[in-house]
């Protein structure tokens, strides 16, 4: 049952791929000016600000399948110019080979484009894969990593560097799992910590949860940075994230939620991780170091809420979804079947997920979304303090 469904799936994706190149053609491609920095050059040793301060932003799904378009690149750019951030996370489905009929060479080029877009900004950043970007494996994540790590300002990547600590594994095909340390304005004290964590390749769900090896690696990290809280950025949402929707107006244990799920579909369910043993072996993780401010996912392309949810008594964690930041999604486009669907997702502001820590504990996220007026004016929305 399992085979035929992934076999129908598969043959629907090669269908899809088609009809993508004979809608939206393949000449659209806009060459980036790179910083023209060489890989190295550059200190990418984060710290925090004067104020004592540090930004992050969060991009999604930017689910790029065959070029990238004007409109989405004028969202990133108003997006990123409006975040001033310290640093930049992309969280999964930078792309969808799946839909390019298996060309490896065009991934490879929307791969490179990405990464010559990043660089242009000299912003430091950093990325996990979703469950898309390896699919099919028209390219593997090690491909793709090859590619993104030529950026001067990429924080990550197949080799060690001093500027985070890494765990990867061939067998588990895990390879983005990164704690970043901030740094104290001055000095070499780590005042805060980034924690990336990749995801499986996967078309169909229930997707596979997280690996022990990867939850041994933020129990490492935890072990060894005792006293830092940090905030963790990966793909797919755990099956806290449905909990906590379900519970929203429950105050004992959401204790704040903001946002929703935007959807022309009544009962609409999203697609949280469906391994209970990982995810258990996680949220006991999560419980015993107590250490993570936030948890910030994509993968619901409609879902934009976070909430302040209580995984146990004296454990509070921020669950948030980032917004989608790009018009890069072909499927709203060509080959969703209902128009109330479609004209969702075409009027759907992009944006990003801002995340501010500071030294003395105050930490805050909010929603940055595309004001839809024509004029790429960013407002922002749905504030959490925690």
Known sequence: MKKSKLLCILLMVALMSTLVFCFAGCDNYIDFKSSGKEKGSVDLTLRLDENNNFKILQLTDIQFTDYMGKNSIAVLDSVIDYADADLIVLTGDQISPEYLGGRKAKSRKIVQQITMYMDSKEVPWTLCFGNHDGAMGVLTKREMLKEYQKSAYFIGGLEESQYFESYSNFKEDTYCNYFIPIYAHEGEEVEYGVFVMDCATSLVSPYDGYTIGQIAFYNEMSKKY?????????????????????????????????????????????????????????????????????????????????????????????????????????????????SSKRKLYKNYPRGGRIVEVSKDGNYVTYDVLDSKDGKRTMTTRNEIVK
């Open 226 to 338: 005792p006293d830092v809280r940090m905030s963790m950025y990966t793909h797919e949402p755990t099956q806290e994230f449905q909990t906590m929707y379900d519970n929203r107006e429950n105050v004992e244990l959401v204790r704040e939620f903001k946002g929703e799920i935007e959807s022309p579909e009544d009962g609409k369910v999203y697609y949280p991780t469906k391994n209970p043993e990982s995810n258990e072996m996680l949220r006991q993780s999560l419980i015993a170091n107590n250490n993570v401010d936030g948890i910030y996912v994509g993968h619901d392309h409609l879902s934009n809420f976070a909430g302040i949810y209580k995984m146990a008594d004296g454990c509070e964690i921020i669950l948030g979804f980032g917004r989608m930041s790009s018009y890069g999604y072909h499927e709203w486009k060509y080959f969703m079947l209902s």
